[in-house]
């Protein structure tokens, strides 16, 4: 397949899911909306990344407006899809859903569960009902009204938009020094940088393995 990835700065792309595809024999291109503008077409599934800019700031990034009529296209036509963070942002705003500011930044991992549809999920649910996912967020999405709740946490953590289009608040794609990268420049941070360094090599392994699953679950989705 032809995997498209669609990030929004430099710090902010595939990680360890550039790795699980290229495992499994598969092309990944990287497209960088903010520097190129709407991204190509004709890939057999897609990936959007994070990124530090919002739903709501469109007059500083009018590019945003290109993602999310990308996105709404890919949702609608069933092109495979998993958005994070903010591409889960994006596509929850794209398909009519608020998105809105959280009252304390996340930073870090909280106890998230899968629902039942979740667990029956063929993405999402190869990971454990109750888990502990790697948020790093200033905003968070509402459930779209035709969508379906696959995970919560201390906000929403998943859905499903039909049959191809999965988005995910958590970052399951990350690695140690990009993760510390983002907190030192993040002037708002809860949290002390050695604290979430701390945590991070604790969990992160077990971590990384959950989001390899995730990252190969989709591919097999996508390929059906």
């Not at 790795?19 to 903010?34: N, P, Q, R």
């Not at 009018?62 to 942002?89: F, K, N, R, S």
């Not at 899968?114 to 888990?131: C, I, K, N, S, Y």
């Not at 990252?215 to 989705?221: D, E, I, M």
């Amino acid at each position: 397949m032809r995997v498209l990835a669609v990030t929004h700065g430099p710090s902010v792309g595939p990680e360890i899911f550039s790795d699980v595809i290229a495992e499994d024999g598969h092309e990944l291109v990287e497209w960088e909306i903010a520097t190129r503008g709407a991204p190509p077409v004709g890939f057999d599934a897609v990936l959007v990344f994070g990124g530090d800019q919002n739903v709501g700031e469109e007059i500083e990034h009018p590019w945003l407006h290109e993602e999310y009529m990308a996105l709404g296209t890919w949702a609608g036509d069933g092109t495979p899809l998993l958005a994070v963070c903010l591409g889960a942002q994006t596509l929850a705003h794209a398909l009519g859903a608020p998105v809105r500011k959280v009252g304390t930044q996340l930073a870090g991992f909280y106890a998230t569960e899968l629902t039942d549809e979740g667990v029956a999920d063929p993405v999402l649910g190869v990971l454990p009902r109750r888990f502990e996912s790697f948020n790093a967020n200033h905003y968070w999405f509402e459930v779209p009204a035709e969508a379906t709740e696959l995970a919560t946490g201390p906000v929403p953590q998943a859905f499903r938009a039909g049959e191809r289009a999965w988005a995910v608040q958590f970052h399951p794609e990350i690695r140690r020094d990009q993760v510390l990268e983002w907190f030192r420049e993040d002037p708002d941070l809860p949290r002390q940088v050695e604290e979430i360094a701390a945590e991070l090599d604790e969990k992160l392994p077990a971590w990384q393995e959950h989001g390899r699953a995730l990252c190969r679950a989709f591919l097999a989705a996508a390929s059906r």
